[in-house]
């Protein structure tokens, strides 16, 4: 099938995220949009079964402004729900299916959906008007994904979504037990969805292969992304782990999206093969790749390039390096998004020169509405500077500027602290761990009530070894007097250390 290569040319007039979609249906028709475990739609096929879910939805009363609560399984269903709900103006809201009867109750409590989709049999209910048939040919004409033979998609007196309103509501926990969601309009989206890609070198009859829950923002804006550029979007069940590498090769992938605790599985089960897939480039931004797995990467995968990214749901992504920056510039995150800024506040609230070390904070179109029903927290990170009247986001996260404007995180305010009266962080620590022949993964437990800094460690050595190698790497200093070897280290659901559930299983282990 040929496809147009072209770089894709989004209109400015763009108000919604199922206009990416129906772009993607009036441009590439016939190109596969999604693939999962049960087959394949293409884009045609998305955007109609898009528009049976907004007809069903409008069905069971939902309205614009409504919140529509559905299990983020790795189903074309769930895909076209998404876009079903922006077709009526509802806001998605999706739950992670590993989410504990707490987790889930807790945010079903505090988002109030008018509906409530409990498994993949209710998905599939939802979306009735799926189509089974085998991709359209290369002749058939563009249909108007919009509306067509199929009819409007919502029922009369419900209005399209608008760039201001709510397209989806991301839950997240940050540094608080509670559940908060990031409101995220279809205007921010959109054009977080159009800057991230003019920077990576995604492009029609890419093979994006998502291994990311679509709980987590970084799985679910492959959607968009792949629809801007003409991709196809593999769901792949994040469960696998075995035939991980066979999965890749059989999918054909040439784009993967990963964080640490996936790339370094991925470096594990290629030293096992004379014939790794051929993927083309991965990107990573949820959690910092360190150097040395970007390295191990590039030599498992011949060929493969690695985009580095900084972002947060907040605002989605921060900034974006060029395809193997850091070989250029080694621990920079990349460059702000086009037609956005980002600067460093020092303790005093006033922007740091270049070099200097502080909270980094953004302006732009990207960053989103808020929190919902968070008024606290929403004051401490949204704010308006009282002098221009621009929006800020102050993110908690702390790093430095270049003189060229090249974003280097270096960690989270609460993973940033003082060992000897030297400061240091756990991501440092974290990088220099993974240069020790023999560990595989590492995880640093900042200081708490009663105890010291922790280092977790994966490897085979004893960890008496590894530390002395650490004390040359960084020194004396910023070596935790403390270290554990575990058999694996705890992840959350979206592939994150999770440091809580660590901290949890080190105390019950010393009791």
């Keep these: 099938m040929l496809l147009d290569s072209s770089p894709p040319a989004l209109p400015n007039d763009f108000q919604s995220v199922h206009d990416l979609l129906d772009y993607a249906a009036l441009r590439w028709p016939s190109a596969r949009a999604l693939r999962d475990t049960g087959g394949a739609w293409t884009y045609t096929d998305l955007a109609r079964s898009s528009r049976g879910a907004a007809r069903a939805l409008s069905a069971r009363g939902v309205r614009h402004g409504d919140r529509v609560a559905v299990p983020a399984l790795p189903l074309r269903q769930t895909v076209a729900l998404l876009y079903g709900c922006s077709r009526v103006g509802a806001v998605f809201l999706p739950v992670a299916p590993d989410a504990s009867g707490h987790q889930r109750a807790a945010i079903l409590q505090d988002a109030e959906p008018t509906v409530v989709v409990a498994d993949a049999e209710e998905l599939s209910a939802l979306c009735a008007a799926t189509p089974d048939a085998p991709d359209a040919p290369d002749t058939e004409e563009p249909t108007d994904p ?30 608080t037990a509670r559940p908060k969601a990031v409101i995220c309009p279809h205007r921010q989206i959109v054009f977080a969805v159009r800057a991230i890609a003019e920077r990576l070198d995604q492009r029609p009859g890419d093979v994006v292969y998502c291994r990311l829950p679509l709980s987590f923002d970084y799985g679910l804006y492959q959607v968009f992304l792949s629809a801007l ?43 096992r093969t004379d014939r790794p897939p051929a993927v083309r480039t991965f990107t990573n931004t949820g959690e910092h790749l360190p150097a040395s797995l970007a390295a191990r990467l590039r030599a498992a995968f011949p060929g493969s390039g690695v985009h580095l990214m900084f972002g947060i749901t907040e605002c989605k992504r921060v900034s974006v390096l060029e395809r ?79 003189a060229d404007g090249y974003l280097y995180f270096h960690g989270r305010r609460d993973q940033i602290f003082k060992l000897r009266d030297t400061r240091t962080s756990a ?50 200093t910023k070596v935790p007097a403390v270290s554990r070897v575990l058999p694996e280290l705890p992840l959350t659901g979206n592939g994150k250390t999770d440091r809580a559930r660590l901290a949890q299983q080190l105390a019950e282990t010393t009791r």
């Design 146 to 175: 919009a509306g067509g033979e199929d009819g409007p998609a919502a029922a009369d007196g419900d209005r399209p979504a608008a760039g201001d309103d709510p397209a989806l509501f991301i839950y997240t926990s940050g540094s």
């Design 229 to 271: 550029t003409g991709s196809e979007l593999v769901l792949a069940d994040p469960t696998l782990r075995v035939t991980l590498l066979a999965d890749l090769h059989a999918s054909g992938a040439t784009v993967m999206p990963l964080v640490p605790s996936l790339a370094t599985m991925l470096v594990q089960l290629a030293a």
């Design 427 to 476: 991501q440092e620590i974290e990088a220099a761990a993974l240069l020790v022949e023999g560990v595989t993964a590492a995880a640093v437990l900042p200081p708490a009530q009663g105890r010291g800094a922790v280092l977790c460690l994966v490897t085979s050595r004893r960890p008496e070894e590894v530390t002395g190698e650490l004390v040359a790497l960084i020194g004396p």
């Design 324 to 402: 193997d920056g850091d070989l250029v510039r080694p621990g920079s995150v990349g460059r702000p998004l086009t037609g956005t800024t980002v600067w460093i506040a020092g303790p005093d609230g006033r922007p740091e020169p270049p070099g200097e070390t502080g909270e980094i904070v953004v302006v732009g179109p990207h960053v989103m509405a808020g929190y919902w029903r968070s008024p606290e927290q929403q004051a401490q990170r949204f704010r308006t500077d009282p002098r221009t009247g621009e929006r800020q986001l102050w993110t908690g996260d702390f790093g430095s500027l270049d």
